[in-house]
């Protein structure tokens, strides 16, 4: 079975800080791993995804996330955080050897203080 | 493209009734996926399809919920009948496929059902 957590439900950084939004995720074989973005009454937003080589990827807005596989982590990050970035932010995974739909977590809401 | 479109955004109704929510998933792809979120569980997946057939209905709540995907361009997630529990933004999604760079899922931006 595949999981992942989301440990913080909120995150709040001062602007032109960087940010770092945490997940953490369980599959049985290779993830892909996902970041999304909520705003309010919109859906979900397609960020960055992590599927096989360089571990940092690059996506959106200026976000990355690093994959690392000892740690089981894909945290999501930007050196220089703004106040539009406050939205609600999801991770998810999937495992790569089959046809099993994402997992996503909980979210963690990120607020950027001017 | 216009992306995921969902109808309607808002739909209000009294515990009982009939409710009926549309999709019409990105042209050319051939997943598509029903979720619903609320603040107590989050974002849950309902059903999904691949090619216009149910693959995975096991997180349709009830018996009361029901999906279907008569062709490519359309489904609809139905409730009947309707109870205040069901209060909740649902999300329709559409991907490529499932695997790979194809997978990647666009979200509609929901429809906001209230049960009174």
């Known amino acids: 079975a595949q999981s992942v957590a989301q440990p913080e439900d909120q995150v709040k950084v001062a602007e032109g800080n960087p940010l770092t939004v945490k997940c953490t995720y369980s599959v049985s074989g290779n993830p892909y791993l996902f970041w999304y973005v909520q705003y309010p009454n919109r859906g979900l937003q397609f960020l960055l995804k992590y599927i096989t080589g360089d571990n940092l990827v690059k996506g959106s807005y200026g976000f990355e996330a690093e994959f690392n596989k000892s740690q089981t982590s894909f945290h999501l990050k930007k050196p220089s955080a703004l106040v539009s970035d406050s939205a609600l932010y999801f991770c998810a995974v999937r495992d790569n050897s089959g046809n099993t739909p994402l997992v996503f977590g909980k979210g963690t809401r990120l607020s950027v203080i001017a | 493209d216009a992306g995921v479109i969902q109808s309607p955004r808002h739909e209000v109704t009294e515990m009982g009734q009939e409710v009926t929510l549309r999709c019409k998933p990105i042209s050319g792809h051939d997943y598509l996926f029903w979720y619903r979120q609320t603040m107590m569980r989050g974002l849950e997946l309902l059903i999904y399809f691949n090619n216009n057939v149910p693959i995975d209905d096991s997180g349709m709540p009830e018996d009361r919920f029901s999906a279907k995907m008569p062709n490519a361009s359309f489904s609809t997630l139905k409730i009947q009948p309707s109870e205040p529990r069901d209060s909740a933004v649902y999300f329709c999604?559409?991907?490529?496929?499932?695997?790979?760079?194809?997978?990647?899922?666009?979200f509609g931006p929901g429809t906001r059902l209230t049960v009174l």
């Open positions: 999604a559409s991907s490529l496929g499932t695997s790979g760079p194809t997978d990647t899922q666009y």
